[in-house]
């Protein structure tokens, strides 16, 4: 099965905004039933199975009903993690633990994880600066969240969180989801190129050979 196809299962499946990235690191690192993020992907071995799939779907959600506080104490049930032999099955799994909230994490602070990039939130923020002052407010109440990566839990819970700090406090931070974020923007885009008056509001490939990025400057922007 080709790798790529099966690391997105996995982060589909498994992946989460984390909204507390150090208390979150911390849980990570305790051990047994402690550690609410700890849980095993199966991959497909050909003959059994023919797709890869969660070991313990109900296990992999804990961290979404836990409160913060309840996931920081002990829990007394807590078992050592005992050194399992490996076996042609136990070849065939991995665990993940920080893994599920540090790639995610890419989006919001890539520069946490060594990547000389800026945030979403910084990225949004550089954006509507870019616009004309008199549609920075409108611009701030209008961010709708689109792409496969948005399913992830707790990303527009996340996003509201880095970006409120960065916006000035008399502008109102507005984020919408999509009941489709994956298709929607392609049924956006299919709509406006079906519409009577599309044409009117491109610039041709003529134009902008013969005077470059002004015109669509003039196009859009006047």
């Known amino acids: 099965m080709d790798e790529t196809f099966l690391m997105d299962d996995v982060k589909e499946k498994l992946c989460f905004v984390s909204l507390d ?26 003959v059994t199975h023919k797709k890869g799939y969660v070991e313990d779907p109900e296990a992999a959600q804990r961290h979404l009903r836990a409160s913060p506080s309840a996931a920081m104490e002990p829990n007394k049930e807590a078992y050592q ?16 633990m920080n893994e599920r909230f540090l790639v995610p994490e890419m989006i919001f602070q890539p520069a946490d994880l060594g990547m000389n990039e800026a945030g979403l939130a910084e990225c949004i923020v550089r954006a509507v600066n870019a616009c004309h002052p008199y549609l920075r407010p409108v ?9 496969g990566s948005t ?72």
């Open 151 to 222: 399913l992830f839990p707790r990303f527009a819970e996340r996003l509201q969180k880095d970006l409120r700090p960065l916006v000035p406090h008399e502008y109102q931070v507005k984020i919408t989801t999509q009941n489709d974020p994956i298709l929607d923007v392609w049924r956006g885009g299919s709509l406006l190129a079906s519409s009577p008056n599309f044409e009117s509001t491109c610039v041709t490939k003529a134009e902008y050979e013969e005077h470059g990025s002004a015109r669509c400057r003039r196009r859009f922007f006047h």
């Open 81 to 96: 993690l005992e050194t399992i032999a490996k076996t042609e099955e136990r070849k065939r799994e991995f665990d993940l």
């Open 21 to 46: 990235v150090e208390t979150d690191l911390q849980i990570a690192r305790k051990q047994g039933k402690d550690n609410l993020f700890r849980c095993t992907y199966v991959l497909p071995d050909g």
């Open 139 to 147: 611009l701030y109440q209008s961010i709708i969240l689109t792409g």
